[in-house]
C-alpha cells in the first residue's frame, strides 16, 4: 500500500511539472507595473517556488522512507527465511554409557591321557667294554749306603779334611728308598744326597756317555793318593761300567765306598771306579 501511495505522489507531481510548462502565457500589455505589484508578482513566484521545493522534499523523504521500510522488510523476510530453513543445532550431553566388559569365558582344555600300551622290554645286550690303562711307572724300592771309613784309617787326610766327615766315616746308613721303574743307580743316589744334605759333584763323560762321581760329603778322588776315589757295588756286587748305566730292580741294595787303592782295600780290586 506504502508503494502505491509513492507512486501516486510521483504521478500528482509530474502531472504538476507538465501543466506549468504547457500553460500559455498571455502576454500583458499594460502599463509598467507599479513598485507593489511587482513586488506582489515576486512574492508569488517565490511562494510557488517554495511549494515545489518543499513537495519535492517531501517526495524525497517519502522516497527514502518507502526505501528504508522496503529494505527493513526485506531483511526481515530473509531473516524469517533463515530461521525457517535452518534448523538450530542441538547438542545433547548425556551421561557417559560405559558399555560393561564381557567376561571372556575361560576355557579349561581336558586332557585325556591315553593308557600306556604295554611295552616289551628287551634285555640289552651286556657288552664288556675294554679297559685301557694307561701304562704307570711302578714305584720300587731298593736301599743305599755311603760310607768312607778307608780313608780316614788311610792316614792321607789332613785335620781340615778329617773334620768335615763323620768319625765312623758313614756318611749315609742303609736307607729305604724309592725309585721308579727304568731309574738308575745314579739317579737314586742323586736325589738321596739332594734330600739329605749331602754335598755330591759329578761329571759326564761323552765317551761313556756316563756320570763320572768326583766327590761325596766334601772328600773327592785322589784325596787319599793317584789311586783314590768312590765306587759302587750292587748287591755286593761291584759293576765295571757307569752308575748311570745301571738299571735298578726291586730289592737292590746300593753300597758307596771310597777306596785308596783302585777297589783291593774294599773288595773291588781290577774293577774301575763308579
Do not use: H
Not at 783302585?262 to 774293577?271: C, K, Q, R, S, W
Request: with cysteine.
Amino acid at each position: 500500500m506504502k508503494r502505491s501511495f509513492f507512486l501516486l505522489l510521483v504521478l500528482l507531481l509530474c502531472l504538476t511539472a507538465c501543466g506549468k510548462q504547457t500553460a500559455p502565457t498571455v502576454p500583458t500589455v499594460s502599463p509598467q507595473p507599479s513598485a507593489t505589484a511587482q513586488t506582489t508578482t515576486e512574492t508569488t513566484q517565490a511562494d510557488t517556488t517554495e511549494t515545489a521545493s518543499a513537495a519535492a522534499t517531501t517526495t524525497t523523504t517519502a522516497v527514502t522512507t518507502t526505501t528504508a521500510t522496503t529494505t527493513a522488510a526485506t531483511t526481515a523476510s530473509r531473516q524469517s527465511t533463515e530461521k525457517a530453513t535452518t534448523k538450530p543445532s542441538v547438542t545433547t550431553t548425556g551421561p557417559a554409557t560405559t558399555e560393561p566388559t564381557k567376561a571372556t569365558p575361560t576355557t579349561t582344555k581336558q586332557t585325556t591321557t591315553r593308557p600306556a600300551a604295554p611295552v616289551t622290554t628287551t634285555a640289552p645286550r651286556t657288552t664288556t667294554a675294554r679297559t685301557t690303562t694307561a701304562p704307570t711307572t711302578a714305584v720300587q724300592r731298593c736301599s743305599i749306603s755311603i760310607v768312607c771309613d778307608t780313608a780316614l784309617r788311610s792316614g792321607a787326610l789332613d785335620d781340615a779334611q778329617k773334620a768335615v766327615l763323620p768319625q765312623n766315616g758313614v756318611l749315609l746308613a742303609k736307607t729305604s728308598v724309592s725309585f721308579q721303574e727304568g731309574e738308575s743307580v745314579f739317579d737314586v743316589l742323586q736325589r738321596t744326597c739332594r734330600a739329605n744334605g749331602i754335598p755330591m759333584e759329578f761329571t759326564m763323560t761323552p765317551v761313556y756317555q756316563s756320570a763320572y762321581i768326583e766327590g761325596i760329603g766334601n772328600l773327592y778322588e785322589f784325596d787319599c793318593g793317584a789311586a783314590s776315589g768312590w765306587m759302587y757295588a750292587v748287591n755286593g756286587v761291584y759293576p765295571n761300567y757307569g752308575c748311570s748305566k745301571y738299571p735298578l730292580k726291586p730289592g737292590d741294595v746300593i753300597t758307596w765306598r771310597y777306596t785308596c787303592d783302585l777297589g783291593a782295600d774294599i773288595g773291588g780290586a781290577g774293577v774301575q771306579q763308579n
